[in-house]
C-alpha cells in the first residue's frame, strides 16, 4: 500500500524537525501558549523542547505566516512612458495598466519600482496554483530602454511578465502584505514559493526588524501619508 501524496505545506513542514521543537517554527522567542486564545487537556499534544500547549493549527498557521520577511526585489526599471499616473490621486495614483520599462535587468523573476512588482509568466504561474493569499494578478505592459538593448540583450529578458499586486493585511495573516507604500511583507510560505526562482538579487531580512528608509524615501512616505489623511 503507497502512502498518500503529501501537500506543499506537508513536504516543508517535514524538512522543519517539527515534532521535536514545533513553537521555534515561528519565533522560538515567543511563548505561543501564553498567546493563546484557546484552552487544551492536560494530554494535548506538547512540544518535546520547550513544554508548550500546542496552539489550534487555525493560530499556528496565523503565527507561521506572520513569522516571514521583508522583501525588496531588484530595481530593474522605472514606469514608461504614456503611463497614466498622477501621485495626487493618494493611495490609486495608477488608472489603467501598469507599464514598465526594464532600463538594466540581472536575472531575477520578480523585479519592482516605486511600490509596483512585476514577476515573469513563469513565477505568476506558480503563484496561481499555490495556496497562497494576499495577492492578486494583474496586467503590465513591458518595454526596454534603448541602453538595455545595448548592454542586457544578452541575458535573455522573458517575454511574459505580469504584475503582482499585494491585497493581503497583517491583521488577516495572508502571505503577501504591503506594509508601506514600497515595503513588501512574504510569509515564510511565499518566500519559500520564491526561493524556487531567481532572486539572488532581492534583499530579504526579518519582518519585525525596521527597514532602512533614505531621507528621500522619509519624505516621499511622509507626503503620501498627508495626501492619504486629507
Same mark, same amino acid.
Given at each position: 500500500?503507497t502512502s498518500p501524496a503529501l501537500s506543499p505545506l506537508a513536504r516543508v513542514l517535514a524538512r522543519t524537525d517539527f515534532a521535536e521543537d514545533w513553537y521555534r517554527w515561528c519565533d522560538a522567542k515567543r511563548d505561543w501558549a501564553a498567546e493563546a486564545t484557546g484552552t487544551y487537556d492536560? $494530554?494535548?499534544?506538547?512540544?518535546?523542547?520547550?513544554?508548550?500547549?500546542?496552539?489550534?493549527?487555525?493560530?499556528?498557521?496565523?503565527?507561521?505566516?506572520? !513569522?516571514?520577511?521583508?522583501?525588496? @526585489?531588484?530595481?530593474?526599471? =522605472?514606469?514608461?512612458?504614456?503611463?497614466?499616473? *498622477?501621485?495626487?490621486?493618494?493611495?490609486?495614483?495608477?488608472?489603467? @495598466?501598469?507599464?514598465?520599462?526594464?532600463?538594466?535587468?540581472?536575472?531575477?523573476?520578480?523585479?519592482?519600482?516605486?511600490?509596483?512588482?512585476? #514577476?515573469? =509568466?513563469?513565477?505568476?504561474?506558480?503563484?496561481?496554483?499555490? @495556496?497562497?493569499?494576499?495577492?492578486?494578478?494583474?496586467?503590465?505592459? #513591458?518595454?526596454?530602454?534603448? &541602453?538595455?538593448?545595448?548592454?542586457?540583450?544578452?541575458?535573455?529578458?522573458?517575454?511574459?511578465?505580469? /504584475?503582482?499586486?499585494?491585497?493581503?493585511?497583517?491583521?488577516? =495573516?495572508?502571505?503577501?502584505?504591503?506594509?508601506?507604500?514600497? *515595503?513588501?511583507?512574504?510569509? $515564510?510560505? !511565499?518566500?519559500?514559493?520564491?526561493?524556487?526562482?531567481?532572486?539572488?538579487?532581492?534583499?530579504?531580512?526579518?519582518?519585525?526588524?525596521?527597514?532602512?528608509?533614505?531621507?528621500?524615501? /522619509?519624505?516621499?512616505?511622509?507626503? &503620501?501619508?498627508?495626501?492619504?489623511?486629507?
Amino acid at each position: 500500500m503507497t502512502s498518500p501524496a503529501l501537500s506543499p505545506l506537508a513536504r516543508v513542514l517535514a524538512r522543519t524537525d517539527f515534532a521535536e521543537d514545533w513553537y521555534r517554527w515561528c519565533d522560538a522567542k515567543r511563548d505561543w501558549a501564553a498567546e493563546a486564545t484557546g484552552t487544551y487537556d492536560e $494530554d494535548s499534544l506538547l512540544s518535546a523542547s520547550g513544554g508548550f500547549a500546542a496552539l489550534p493549527a487555525s493560530e499556528f498557521m496565523r503565527a507561521y505566516r506572520a !513569522a516571514g520577511a521583508r522583501f525588496e @526585489p531588484e530595481v530593474a526599471g =522605472g514606469l514608461g512612458p504614456g503611463i497614466d499616473y *498622477d501621485p495626487r490621486r493618494g493611495s490609486e495614483p495608477l488608472v489603467g @495598466p501598469l507599464h514598465y520599462e526594464f532600463a538594466g535587468w540581472l536575472g531575477d523573476d520578480i523585479v519592482t519600482t516605486s511600490g509596483y512588482w512585476i #514577476v515573469t =509568466g513563469r513565477l505568476a504561474d506558480a503563484l496561481r496554483e499555490s @495556496p497562497l493569499t494576499g495577492y492578486e494578478i494583474g496586467e503590465v505592459v #513591458v518595454t526596454t530602454e534603448e &541602453q538595455f538593448d545595448m548592454f542586457y540583450s544578452h541575458l535573455g529578458l522573458p517575454r511574459d511578465w505580469e /504584475r503582482l499586486i499585494p491585497t493581503g493585511t497583517e491583521e488577516g =495573516g495572508e502571505d503577501f502584505v504591503l506594509e508601506t507604500v514600497v *515595503d513588501l511583507l512574504v510569509s $515564510d510560505a !511565499a518566500l519559500e514559493l520564491l526561493r524556487r526562482f531567481h532572486i539572488d538579487d532581492a534583499d530579504i531580512s526579518p519582518a519585525d526588524e525596521e527597514p532602512e528608509v533614505s531621507e528621500v524615501m /522619509r519624505k516621499f512616505l511622509d507626503l &503620501q501619508r498627508a495626501k492619504g489623511e486629507r
